[in-house]
Nanobody, 124 residues
Framework: QVQLVESGGGLVQAGGSLRLSCAAS????????MGWFRQAPGKEREFVAA????????YYADSVKGRFTISRDNAKNTVYLQMNSLKPEDTAVYYC?????????????????WGQGTQVTVSS
C-alpha cells in the first residue's frame, strides 16, 4: 500500500514554471514506478510522464516533451514534475500515481495508486 499527496499546484502565467511534488507514504517507495497524469475540464484523463523505480528510465507525452521533467528522490519518498514554458493548454488537475509495473503506467495507463490531485492553472 502507498498513499500519495501532491503539492505545488497553483496559478501561473503562460511561459512560467511550476514544480509539483508528490510525497509517498510507506517504506517501499523505491519499489514503485511513479507517474503523473492530468485531466482538464471536459477532457479525458491523459498520461503526462513516468519514471522507473531507480530513476534510470523516464517517459513523456509528446505534448510535454522538452518542457516537463520528472524526477524522484527515493531517500525522501518524493517524486517531482518540473514544468517549464507552461501553456494555457497545460491547465488541468495533475495526479500523482504509483505502480509496481512501469508498463502499467506507461502502456496500460492504469496505475494502481492515485493521489487526490493538485490544480494547475496557466493564464494567457
Amino acid at each position: 500500500q502507498v498513499q500519495l499527496v501532491e503539492s505545488g499546484g497553483g496559478l501561473v502565467q503562460a511561459g512560467g514554471s511550476l514544480r509539483l511534488s508528490c510525497a509517498a507514504s510507506g517504506r517501499t517507495f523505491s519499489s514503485y514506478a511513479m507517474g503523473w497524469f492530468r485531466q482538464a475540464p471536459g477532457k479525458e484523463r491523459e498520461f503526462v510522464a513516468a519514471i522507473s523505480w531507480s530513476g534510470s528510465r523516464t517517459y513523456y507525452a509528446d505534448s510535454v516533451k522538452g518542457r516537463f521533467t520528472i524526477s524522484r528522490d527515493n531517500a525522501k519518498n518524493t517524486v517531482y514534475l518540473q514544468m517549464n514554458s507552461l501553456k494555457p493548454e497545460d491547465t488541468a488537475v495533475y495526479y500523482c500515481t504509483a505502480d509496481h509495473s512501469l508498463n502499467t503506467i506507461v502502456l496500460t495507463r492504469a496505475p494502481g495508486y492515485w493521489g487526490q490531485g493538485t490544480q494547475v492553472t496557466v493564464s494567457s
